[in-house]
């Protein structure tokens, strides 16, 4: 079992540009979550699905990021455009229902230039 | 709103010697209480839950909600223990709170030889 799949692990890329991270949960999982975490902060929640509704998204700025997970499987968080703020690390977790443990995944590291 | 506080960035104790990872949350209601760890390269994976009243690796953690207190102990820690910790928080069920992980800012534990 490879666990939640992530990619890119890491982007660079000029503020103002859009970027895209995609996530791929452990199968079988119906709860999804995008964190964002800052350094030297612990994760914050910025949506969470079950199966492809977002059911909490109230954290996530919906004028620069956005969010889908069709079929309720994979899922993709996009920021169109990149500030120089948004430079932090994305983490995608899982869990088979929304009271079990997430689990997560390695994280995409993304610097704005 | 939920808050977590670790209130110690770093925390060095010497391998043998007891280890205690402080934490405080502000809930109103009964909200569960978790230990994340995140070993160096490793993904954040959960590592106890306050509801299992169990020991994990030699952790444990006792609720004190007369302090609002969730502290994380060992008696003996060994050189693997090094890592970051995460205390995290959510609302307890039945509850009309949002269910999401609230995560406090960590603390990293080095453990020295």
């Known amino acids: 079992e490879a666990g939640v799949v992530q990619s890119p692990r890491y982007k660079i890329i000029e503020k103002k540009q859009p970027v895209a991270f995609w996530c791929n949960p452990i199968?079988?999982?119906?709860?999804l979550y995008w964190y964002l975490q800052n350094l030297g902060q612990g994760p914050e929640l910025l949506i969470r699905?079950?199966?492809?509704?977002?059911?909490?998204d109230s954290q996530l700025p919906k004028d620069r990021f956005s969010a889908e997970r069709l079929k309720g499987v994979d899922s993709t968080l996009k920021i169109q455009p990149a500030e120089l703020g948004d430079s932090a690390v994305y983490l995608c977790?899982?869990?088979?229902?929304?009271?079990?443990?997430?689990?997560f995944g390695p994280g995409t590291r993304l610097l704005v230039l | 709103a939920q808050r977590v506080t670790q209130p110690e960035k770093l925390l060095s104790v010497f391998k043998g010697a007891p280890v205690e990872l402080k934490c405080n949350y502000s809930?109103?209601?009964?909200?569960?209480l978790f230990w994340y760890v995140q070993y160096s390269r490793q993904r954040l994976q959960l590592l106890l839950r306050?509801?299992s009243r169990e020991s994990i690796k030699g952790f444990t953690a006792d609720l004190n909600k007369g302090e609002t207190s969730f502290h994380l102990k060992k008696p003996f820690a060994q050189e693997e223990d090094s890592a970051m910790y995460y205390c995290?928080?959510?609302?307890?069920?039945?509850?009309?709170?949002?269910?999401?992980?609230?995560f406090g800012s960590g603390t990293q534990l080095t453990v020295l030889p």
């Open positions: 306050h509801i």
């Open positions: 809930y109103s209601g009964s909200p569960e």
């Open positions: 995290a928080t959510r609302a307890g069920m039945p509850s009309g709170s949002a269910r999401q992980l609230t």
């Open positions: 977790a899982s869990s088979l229902a929304e009271k079990e443990t997430q689990y």
């Open positions: 199968s079988g999982h119906n709860t």
């Open positions: 699905y079950e199966n492809e509704e977002a059911v909490d």
